[in-house]
Each structure stands twice: as structure tokens, then as C-alpha cells.
């Protein structure tokens, strides 16, 4: 069964830190990028930041660029989203995603097909 679990998410105050965590089982994790995506209530899901299991190569939304760091330990098939100097504007439900690559990832979203349950982040002013 293809699955991921996020975990990590919490109530924090402005400028604090988390640290996401998103497990990946039932398919073969190197061949994946891995996403995370954020929605806020009333708004359209967007993207945070990906990473390529395969290569490395990352990316980051202008909104976390310097802020948040995406890691990923392949022989845990787990990617971690370390946000630090958190702000009120962050809060929202946290979503790791996988697909084939990061390009088909913030292309449309709409197209990932594996999605995990979401983690609330909510960030007190």
C-alpha cells in the first residue's frame, strides 16, 4: 500500500521552529520527489517546497525561500521540512505528496495522486 505519514505539526508562536517529518512506504522512494504543500482555511492548496529523492535538487516557494530547509534521508524513506522563524501567515494544514518529479509536482498539484493526511501547523502571533 502506498502511503505517507506526515508528523511534526503544532501551535508555536511567531518566530519558533518545526520540524515536519513525512514517511513514505509502498513504492520505491528513490524514484520520487517528495512535496510539501500547505492550505490555509480558504484558500487554494499551495506549494512549500520539494525535493528530489533521486538527485537532490530542491526547490522552495518565494514565501519560505531562507526560512524553511526540505531534507531527505533515503535509507529511512523520510523527508523533513524544518521551518524556522515561523510567522502567523504560515499557519495551515501541511500535506506531504509524492510524484516523478518536482516539475510535475508545481506544475498542478491537482495531479498528485498520493497525498498523506495532513499536519496542522498553527503559528500564534
Known amino acids: 500500500e502506498v502511503q505517507l505519514v506526515e508528523s511534526g505539526g503544532g501551535l508555536v508562536q511567531a518566530g519558533g521552529s518545526l520540524r515536519l517529518s513525512c514517511v513514505a512506504s509502498?513504492?520505491?522512494?528513490?524514484?520520487?520527489?517528495i512535496g510539501w504543500f500547505r492550505q490555509a482555511p480558504g484558500k487554494e492548496r499551495e506549494e512549500v517546497s520539494c525535493?528530489?529523492?533521486?538527485?537532490?535538487?530542491?526547490y522552495y516557494a518565494d514565501s519560505v525561500k531562507g526560512r524553511f530547509t526540505i531534507s531527505s534521508d533515503n535509507a529511512k524513506n523520510t523527508v523533513y521540512l524544518q521551518m524556522n522563524n515561523l510567522k502567523p501567515e504560515d499557519t495551515a494544514v501541511y500535506y506531504c505528496?509524492?510524484?516523478?518529479?518536482?516539475?510535475?509536482?508545481?506544475?498542478?498539484?491537482?495531479?498528485?495522486?498520493?497525498w498523506g493526511q495532513g499536519t496542522l501547523v498553527t503559528v500564534s502571533s
Open positions: 505528496a509524492a510524484d516523478r518529479t518536482i516539475a510535475s509536482m508545481i506544475v498542478d498539484y491537482r495531479y498528485i495522486e498520493v
Open positions: 509502498g513504492f520505491t522512494f528513490d524514484d520520487y520527489a
Open positions: 525535493i528530489s529523492s533521486r538527485n537532490g535538487i530542491t
